[in-house]
């Protein structure tokens, strides 16, 4: 297990490479430190203290700290109390060799092949402890709100750490054989920068987008940057290109293959964000009264998907007290999703538009998708591939007699 020693700081509003950055310790990793080492603690307990950050990388001989900037540091917070400087230090270097101790025992064998690798460790806190993190387990469900991919701890893999969220707007702008997220809840501290010697820590309601990309099933990028929108004109933000920076790689243990994806993910990621930045602007763009319902297409003769669809948006749109004017598919043909990198065909999906008129006597143009599955020698049942809010020239507000 990698433990690392973080630095905690908020991130400021503008994400860039030049950010000055301040204390060595976290607070609670202080805490850590000085923390007694109770021998009728609980097996847990014992456990978590292991494993908690702040000392050594558990793993390595090699330090991401000195011992001596731990003293400077320990020297800071007591500057007149010699002896409990010392005590505290003799406490740190126990810890460090009870780390040593419990990783020589366990070993990695113990890993099981469900947890993959991150490229650079993460760090999080629980309690009075801070944790590091190199292996996590991804697990992507479907869930009231939406397609989810969320991170698992190997500390506790039962514990979503970190939760990714997709809409069918980012989903479609996605590279063909990928999914972009964006994350909706956890924090963590990370390095940044070229050389990686900087530390930041993110978390949801910040002012820089922290975003994901699912490339494989068992290959999810992490990435952050500033961002331009904050959802306004009801479009997804893009992120400033020359701020993007790649957090970590999720997946395998191969060093060669993070340092490839390191390099090959920054283009896929940016290739998304450019969609998103065209997207946004077409929005900027629209007026109220130019948003009129597209042409029908081939697929409209379809009945039973046409009816399918039908059911699905008002069953959609009747929870928020809408109601359905018109609705037609719009796709001519089946589009093919195919993996980006491997070729294989995952799903077959159609578009259609909807107008509604909400409980305000607002009315709107929407979009809607219809996927199905490829189950290695056909396709599967209908899929409802949620509403498009975001996708432009969907989520426009326009005039009713328009919509009907």
């Known amino acids: 297990m990698k433990n690392i020693l973080f630095i905690s700081l908020a991130v400021v509003s503008s994400f860039t490479a030049q950010a000055q950055f301040g204390k060595i310790l976290k607070k609670k990793v202080k805490a850590a430190i000085e923390k007694e080492i109770d021998p009728k603690s609980s097996t847990k307990e014992n456990k978590q203290d292991q494993e908690a950050t702040g000392l050594v990388k558990s793993n390595s001989n090699q330090q991401e700290y000195s011992d001596e900037e731990v003293r400077q ?53 629980s309690g009075t402890s801070a944790y590091g993190v190199d292996r996590v ?82 290959l999810f990028v992490v990435y952050a940057g500033s961002h331009v929108g904050g959802h306004a004109f009801n479009v997804p933000s893009y992120m400033n290109q020359e701020d993007i920076t790649v957090l970590n790689i999720v997946g395998a243990g191969d060093p060669q293959l993070h340092q490839e994806w390191l390099v090959k993910s920054k283009d896929i990621v940016k290739e998304f964000e450019a969609s998103l930045q065209e997207n946004y602007k077409k929005a900027q763009m629209a007026k109220q009264g130019s948003i009129k319902m597209p042409s029908s297409g081939s697929m409209n003769s379809n009945a039973d998907l046409l009816s399918f669809a039908t059911k699905k948006v008002k069953e959609t749109i009747q929870k928020d007290g809408a109601q359905l004017l018109k609705i037609h598919i719009e796709s001519n043909d089946w589009n093919i999703v195919r993996n980006k990198y491997t070729g294989h065909i995952m799903y077959r999906w159609i578009k259609g538009a909807f107008t509604e008129k909400n409980k305000n006597n607002d009315c709107y143009l929407q979009g809607f998708l219809i996927k199905q599955p490829y189950t290695g020698s056909g396709y599967g049942s209908s899929q409802f591939g949620g509403v498009i809010h975001g996708q432009m020239p969907y989520g426009q507000i326009m005039n009713c007699d328009n919509a009907q």
Request: proline letters at 6%; a negative charge.
């Open 73 to 125: 540091e320990l020297a800071k917070k007591y500057p007149n109390d010699k002896a409990k400087q010392d005590l505290y230090y003799k406490k740190y270097q126990e810890k460090k060799k009870e780390q040593a101790s419990a990783v020589q025992e366990t070993g990695s064998s113990a890993i099981g092949d469900e947890f993959l690798y991150l490229s650079y460790p993460f760090a999080y806190s």
């Open 137 to 218: 387990m991804l697990r992507r469900q479907m869930t009231d709100k939406g397609d989810n991919v969320d991170i698992l701890p190997y500390q506790d893999p039962e514990y979503a750490w970190l939760r990714f969220l997709t809409t069918p707007d980012l989903e479609t702008m996605s590279p063909e054989g990928t999914v972009g997220y964006e994350m909706v809840s956890g924090m963590f501290t990370t390095k940044v920068g070229p050389d990686r010697s900087q530390v930041m820590e993110f978390g949801t309601g910040r002012p820089v987008l922290v975003r994901g990309m699912l490339i494989d099933k068992d």
